[in-house]
Structures are given as structure tokens and as C-alpha cells.
């Protein structure tokens, strides 16, 4: 019964490899994201789809896509992937986009 | 550039102690939000202050928020161990803007 899920939990891979992270929500909300923690722990936001639709897109590589299948699933697929891909990346949601978010519990992207 | 900015950075404290850490932002809020991240986990909401309030609890927890300094404060009284976690603060909007947060250490 968790609210805000992520597969795979750890991902290890090669330069170069495609790969996607699936997230999916059971709490209802309309609006869900995705983030990058670097190992300064830095957390940036990377997209944001509230009810199907992009409403945020930092400046992320385009080899970064986001698709929302429907509302309660953001998946990110990520092409070419690089060294400095490494990091964790986070699924949240929230209710309406401006109040508290839930994060799912991070994917660990290992590039080697 | 991050929104919300945390210090100190690092935190040692003893069970017992109040912990006691800040945030500034830069530009106008409709509220704020502190957060709490152990490691090798997922960040969790801890309290939400908004704009129009000084001040807040929830349980162990207090928050303050000064709008005309653009700060806010984290203070966690009487630590345990299981406070030993990251501690962010974030600015409102559909892009929450976090900082690098204050790592807090109890130590037993």
C-alpha cells in the first residue's frame, strides 16, 4: 500500500545504454514529478505533469522524457546515458502542485 | 540558484538537545516547507508554514518563519537518535526549490 512507488530501487548500467524508471502513485493527486539528488545532495527538479500534461521541463538534456501514461504513473526514460547521469532520482506527487509532496523512496543510477 | 538555502550544513548534537537550523530564501513565498530525508531514503513533509503565519508545532517540532528577513527556523527539541536525518526547506510553487540541507547527527 505504498503512496508513492519507484522500480527499479538500484540501477547499474553502462555509458551509452538506454534505460527507464517507472513511478506510480495511489494517492489520487493530480500532479506528479521528477528529481535529481547529485551526491551533494542537492535535489533538482527535473519535470512536472499535472493531469497528463507537462507543465514544468528544467533545463534537462533531451535525452531525459518523461510520459505520463495516465494520472498516476510518470515514467523517465533516459537515452545515451552518461557518467554524470549518476545519481538518484526521485518520483513526488501532490495534490493540486503548490502544497506538501510525496516523494517515493529514490532509484540509485549507477553509470559505469 | 536554490530557493531555499539551509545552514549550518552539518549538525552534531547530544539525545537530549534541541537542534536548531535556518533557512533563507530569495524571492516571495506563499508558504514553505520543511522536509526530512534519512539516509538512503525518499524525502518525507514534515510541516508546512504559510506566508500569513509566524509560527508553528507539530509535536517535537517548531517552525518560524519571518517574511521580512525571508528566513525560517527548524527547531527539534529533546533529539533522539531517530532524528538523525537531512533537513530541507522548500519554497512553494509547482517547483519546489530546495537547498542542500542540513545534515543533523544525534549522538547516544
Known amino acids: 500500500d505504498t503512496a508513492v512507488s519507484q522500480t527499479p530501487k538500484y540501477l547499474v548500467t553502462q555509458m551509452g545504454n538506454d534505460k527507464s524508471i517507472k513511478c506510480e502513485q495511489n494517492l489520487g493527486h493530480d500532479t506528479m514529478y521528477w528529481y535529481k539528488q547529485d551526491s551533494k545532495k542537492f535535489l533538482k527538479i527535473m519535470f512536472s505533469y499535472n493531469n497528463k500534461e507537462l507543465i514544468i521541463n528544467e533545463t534537462v538534456p533531451n535525452r531525459f522524457s518523461p510520459k505520463s501514461p495516465d494520472k498516476a504513473h510518470l515514467n523517465l526514460h533516459i537515452n545515451s546515458l552518461e557518467l554524470g547521469d549518476s545519481a538518484v532520482y526521485f518520483c513526488a506527487s501532490s495534490p493540486s502542485g503548490r502544497e506538501t509532496q510525496y516523494f517515493g523512496p529514490g532509484t540509485r543510477l549507477l553509470v559505469l | 540558484s536554490q530557493q531555499g538555502e539551509e545552514d549550518p550544513q552539518a549538525l552534531s548534537i547530544q539525545e537530549g538537545e534541541n537542534a536548531t537550523m535556518n533557512c533563507s530564501y530569495k524571492t516571495s513565498i506563499n508558504n514553505l516547507q520543511w522536509y526530512r530525508q534519512n539516509s538512503g531514503r525518499g524525502l518525507v513533509h514534515l510541516i508546512l508554514?504559510?506566508?500569513?503565519?509566524r509560527e508553528k508545532h507539530s509535536g517535537r517540532l517548531r517552525v518560524t518563519l519571518d517574511t521580512s528577513k525571508k528566513s525560517s527556523s527548524l527547531l527539534i527539541t529533546a533529539s533522539r537518535a531517530a532524528d538523525t536525518a537531512s533537513y530541507f526547506c522548500a519554497t512553494d510553487g509547482y517547483k519546489l526549490s530546495f537547498g542542500a540541507g542540513t545534515t543533523v547527527t544525534v549522538r547516544a
Open positions: 508554514i504559510r506566508s500569513n503565519e
